[in-house]
């Protein structure tokens, strides 16, 4: 039992590159997140989803795209990386039952965009 | 709308000293409340969370919060730090739809021996 998995764990990229990145879960959870840190902003919401093949909006979504075509897998990419999306992501999961669950997370990519 | 406040971005204290990171929230409706704890080059890690069962919640490793709606505050406190307490501690809410977090800035806690 993994948990909640993201690859890859770090990566650098050139400004206008694309990429994805893959969070992968083994826990049946219906909901996933993606979150971006940023020094003294905490986590930010970029994108969710509330079960297979739905996406939805966060926070800051812009410059970013989410695909969910499998329940386990939520995939985040980005089509022309930009300095700004120099960050560390975390995606999250969590398994509504009726009541309050809580989300767990993944260790995190560190992406840098030169 | 919900918001976290996080008094003081970078808290000291001594070994065995008493542990008190701040938190105030605001939200529409009633919050569900979480402490997370980050250390270095980790992913976040649940301390304990506020559901309205009970308003003094235990967590992990010692810590524990209070939840005071007059206040809209969510303290979280540890009697008598420890090294491996030094971490960033996050605050967060959740109260609307789809369990979305809203988190705070962050409290990154020094023990010094």
């Known amino acids: 039992n993994a948990g909640v998995t993201q690859t890859p764990k770090f990566r650098v990229l050139k400004t206008g590159q694309s990429m994805t990145l893959l969070c992968a879960q083994d826990?049946?959870?219906?909901?996933m997140y993606w979150y971006r840190q940023d020094p003294g902003m905490g986590l930010r919401l970029i994108h969710y989803s509330v079960g297979e093949g739905t996406t939805a909006k966060g926070e800051v979504p812009d410059g970013y795209n989410v695909s969910r075509l499998k329940k386990q897998n939520f995939l985040l990419g980005l089509e022309s990386a930009a300095p700004s999306q120099t960050s560390v992501y975390f995606c999250a999961t969590l398994l509504s039952s009726g009541g309050l669950d809580t989300q767990y997370f993944g260790p995190g990519t560190r992406l840098t965009v030169l | 709308a919900q918001s976290v406040t996080q008094l003081g971005s970078h808290v000291s204290v001594s070994e065995g000293a008493l542990v008190l990171l701040r938190c105030n929230y605001s939200s529409s409706v009633p919050p569900y409340l979480f402490w997370y704890v980050q250390y270095p080059n980790q992913g976040l890690q649940l301390l304990l969370k506020?559901?309205?069962?009970?308003?003094l919640v235990k967590g992990i490793n010692g810590f524990e919060a209070e939840f005071k709606k007059s206040e809209t505050s969510f303290h979280l406190t540890k009697p008598s730090a420890h090294m491996s307490d030094a971490a960033e501690y996050f605050c967060?809410?959740?109260?609307?739809?789809?369990?979305?977090?809203?988190f705070g800035k962050g409290t990154l806690l020094t023990v010094n021996p």
């Open positions: 506020y559901t309205s069962a009970a308003t």
């Open positions: 826990m049946n959870h219906e909901y």
């Open positions: 967060a809410v959740s109260g609307g739809s789809n369990y979305k977090l809203t």
